[in-house]
Structure formats: structure tokens, C-alpha cells
């Protein structure tokens, strides 16, 4: 594999790329071995989900630690949280193998440093790149004297203990639960962490297979939870859950198939958790609903407002000792989870909040749930910073509006807000527009894709 390829792989967070053209497992090898260098482990933690590719990978990730002198212990079938569970409770620093809710033939890793800490671009990603660009050219290097052990952990049950613990479910209605597993990594987990509740479950697609066989396992996608939405309906359920691949990842549907904003679901956790710890900070990226910092500040809480990415949730939960952070992706944080992101624990929230009183769940989030959005579009350009340039200057003079660049461009008013980003790895510019309604919604929308697409 020539270095140049290399450079297309590495991402913000993670190693992602089409297998076996873009990396392969002598690659692999050579990541593990990078890690445990720049981790400067003397052991580490690694798991994976269903893909095809991701038990080789994870394998030969974990002989190329081993080979430098460090332990490693293989939990196996995981999801993403699942993996953060082992990295903070065991103490050490993980690595994920999975293309979270991508297509069939990639796989890439999601690494963290001990206590499910953050590895990105500034905190150690950069220097794995440098390591393994050298060994691509120069050959791989010296292993220990001493190798590493390699030995298998199932950590499902403890994890699923250790949510459990975090949220009362024993006194709630008993509730009937469609989850959609897309054939991922929920199929794995679900029926543990829900097995014994006031649960009645109605499983979709839990069986494990990395080729997606009944739709994409990426929720955001509304394509994709067109059948959740039918079995809702059809069996009389009170909530709809639907997991992406990894199943770090959690989004809901009412009683009557209707999706349920991501947003709401954050104000909603936030006023839980604040009930909790009376205060507390609660982060949300710029993208989420004026709702939040609304209930936020409702509760008697603290809302700090981030950029949009894991790696900046996380840093602002550790700076400020946030208790709850929530993106418009429906990534949800925990301080209890060692401020790492899991939609199971966000899940588990809203059962016991819907099951706690007797309304359903359009009901419920409606408080939560206060303003008209147009959900993210995308618009391909040739020139990102051109057509963002453009917009700018287009809203500069406007009177009542305030700009801001914390990510991408963002233009508020008293009745609206749209926020223009450009994404990192494809030519376009992503719009989110919020309003107190729908015809101001379309009208904005309307306005700046006209300038974007122009």
C-alpha cells in the first residue's frame, strides 16, 4: 500500500477505508503496533463488530501490539459503547474495528485511550499516521523482546449491569419496545441489557451479518426506518428504537411511527440527569434545537455550546465536568460512562421517562420537541469555501442577525437559525435551518441554498 493511499484513510477519529483495496490486515499490524507505542500502554483492550473483515483485523491489530511487548485483551463481538465500557473499566487504552453505519465493505478503527479518553488528530492520531507511513516505507519495527499475551474477556453482562445501574427501570409500565438492530451490533446487545424489564420486545433484524442483508444500518437515513416505522404501527408498540452498525448510536420513534428529534431526546436526558445532579452542565453541539439550552437552563442546569464531533463533546465534557452532552446525530455523552458516547444508556432514559408516567410518547417529548426543522441537506459544490464565502456576505448586513464561526457559518435571528458546514471528507456543504415555523423553515431554507447551489 503506497503511503499517499494511507493519507485518505486516516480520519479525524478514526482508520476507515474500503477493505481489502485501502488496508488490509498487514496494515492493521502495523496500526496495533503504532497504538501501543503512542499510547506507551503496557496493555491494551480491542473489540469489534459483525463486518466480514473485522475479526482478521482485530486479530492482526492485536499482534502487532502484542509483538512490542503488550498485552492484549480480546472482548470479541462488541458495540462501540461496549468497547468504551472495557476501556474505562478496565483502565486501558481500546481499539474498535467497525465502519459504524457504512456500507458492507468497509472497516476502520475507533481508538481511545484509557478511561475511553478521546484519541483525535491532536491527541495521538497524527502521530499513529507518522509511525505507520515510516514502517509502509521502511518495514515494520523491532518487536520486543518479551511479546505480549493475547487472551479473550466477555464484558457483555458487566456492561449491561453497569447501564442498568445508571437508570431505574423497575418501577415503570410495562411497555412494548420494537428495536431495530439493522443486523448490527444491537442484535448483541439489546436482549441483554433489556433482558428482565418491564419490557415486552419485538426484535428486527438482530441477527448478526456485516452485509446488511434488510436495509443500511445507519438510522439517520429515513429510508432506513421505514420498517421499524411499519412494525410501530402494525403491532400497537408504544416506542420504536433503531441502532446504527456499531450501535453506539440510539434513535426513537413514537407510538404512531413519527420519528422523534434527536434534539428532543437530548433536552429530555438533560432534564433527567439535572433532576440527578442539580446544576450540572449539559454540552450540545451548535446543531441541536434551541430547545435544549432552553430546557437546560429550565432545569437550573449550565448549557455549553460546542462544535459539532466526538472529540470536541468529549473535551468540553472533561473541561468543564459536564454531566450530559448530546448531538443532533443522536451521539449522547455521560459523565457516568466516563464521558463517552452510548445511545443504549440515552435508550434506557427514555424508557424509564415513558414508562414513568402514563401519556405515549408524542406526548411526552412534545415539551421537549418546540421548534420546526429542516433536518441536514446536503448541496455538492466545486468550491466549499466559495460558496460559503458567498453566503456570508449575502447575511453580513442583515439587521437582528448575529454571525459565528465556531463551525462552519452560523446566521441567528430572533426567529430563526441556519448553520453551514462544510463536510471533511466529501465535496459539500451541509445546511441545518431551525424556526418557530415551517413556512419561515422553507423560506430560509430556500434562501441560502439558492446562494449555495447558485
Known sequence: MAVADLSQIVKAYDVRGVVPDQWDESLAELFGAAF?????????????????????????????????????????????DQLYFASGQLGLPGAMFTASHNPAQYNGIKMCRAGAAPVGQDTGLSEIRALVEGWVATGAPEPAATPGTITGQDVLADYAAHLRSLVDLGGIRRLKVVVDAGNGMGGHTVPT?????????????????GTFPNHEANPLDPANLVDLQAKVRE?????????????????????????????????????????????????????????VPEVVEEHGGKAVRTRVGHSFIKQEMARTGAIF???????????????????????????????GQDGPLSELVRQY?????????NSTVA???????????????????TLDELDGLTVTTADWWFNLRASNTEPLLRLNV??????????????VLAIVRA
Open 36 to 80: 501501543a507505542q503512542v499510547t506507551d500502554a503496557s496493555a491494551i483492550v480491542v473489540g469489534h463488530d459483525m463486518r466480514p473483515s473485522s475479526p482478521g483485523l482485530t486479530r492482526a491489530f492485536a499482534r502487532g501490539a502484542a509483538a512490542l511487548g503488550v498485552d492484549v485483551t480480546e472482548i470479541g463481538l462488541c458495540s462501540t
Open 193 to 209: 441489557v433489556l433482558d428482565g424489564l418491564p419490557v415486552d420486545l419485538v426484535p428486527m433484524y438482530f441477527e448478526l451479518d
Open 235 to 291: 403491532t400497537g408498540a408504544d416506542i420504536g428504537l433503531a441502532f446504527d452498525g456499531d450501535a453506539d448510536r440510539c434513535f426513537a420513534v413514537d407510538e404512531r411511527g413519527e420519528p422523534v428529534s434527536p434534539s428532543a431526546i437530548t433536552a429530555l436526558v438533560a432534564a433527567r440527569e439535572l433532576a440527578k445532579h442539580p446544576g450540572g452542565t449539559i454540552i450540545h453541539n451548535l446543531i441541536t434545537s434551541w430547545s
Open 325 to 355: 452532552g448530546g448531538e443532533h446525530s443522536a451521539h449522547y455523552y455521560f459523565r457516568d460512562f466516563w464521558n463517552a458516547d452510548t445511545g443504549m444508556l440515552a435508550a434506557l432514559h427514555v424508557l424509564a421517562a415513558l414508562g
Open 369 to 377: 420537541d418546540r421548534y420546526a426543522a429542516s433536518g441536514e441537506i
Open 383 to 401: 468550491d466549499q469555501a466559495d460558496r460559503a464565502a458567498a453566503v456570508k456576505t449575502a447575511y453580513e448586513g442583515l439587521e437582528g442577525a
Open 434 to 447: 431551525e424556526a418557530r415555523d415551517e413556512a419561515t423553515v422553507t423560506r430560509v431554507r430556500d434562501e
